[in-house]
Nanobody, 123 residues
Framework: QLQLVESGGGLVQPGGSLRLSCAAS????????IGWFRQAPGKEREGVSC????????SYADSVKGRFTISRDNAKNTVYLQMNSLKPEDTAVYYC????????????????WGQGTQVTVSS
């Protein structure tokens, strides 16, 4: 069974940091480009960041550039999203997704999705 599992979410104060992990089971992540998406209450899901299959190309939404960093460790079958300088507007459920292409995008086309992890930024 192909599965993505996110972890690392939680409650953090503004200005704090969290590292999200996206682990795969049932398939090898290195064959997929990976994206991170988020959805806040009452808002549409938005693309946050993505990384190509090789890890050589990354993309970020303007709202997180300079604060978030995506990386992958294919040996551990895991992709990470390091989130620094968190703001209340980063509060959302964060999802990772996999697409069977070489490159990635922050839009549609992803084949597999995780269940999400809640990130809450509040004092």
């Amino acid at each position: 069974q192909l599965q993505l599992v996110e972890s690392g979410g939680g409650l953090v104060q503004p200005g704090g940091s969290l590292r999200l992990s996206c682990a795969a089971s049932g398939f090898t992540l290195e064959n997929y480009a990976i994206g991170w998406f988020r959805q806040a209450p009452g808002k549409e899901r938005e693309g946050v960041s993505c990384i190509s299959r090789s890890g050589g190309t990354t993309s970020y939404a303007d709202s997180v550039k300079g604060r978030f960093t995506i990386s992958r460790d294919n040996a551990k079958n895991t992709v990470y999203l390091q989130m620094n300088s968190l703001k209340p507007e980063d509060t959302a459920v964060y999802y990772c997704a996999a697409m069977g292409l070489l490159l990635c995008n922050l839009g549609p086309g992803y084949d597999y999705w995780g269940q999400g992890t809640q990130v809450t930024v509040s004092s």
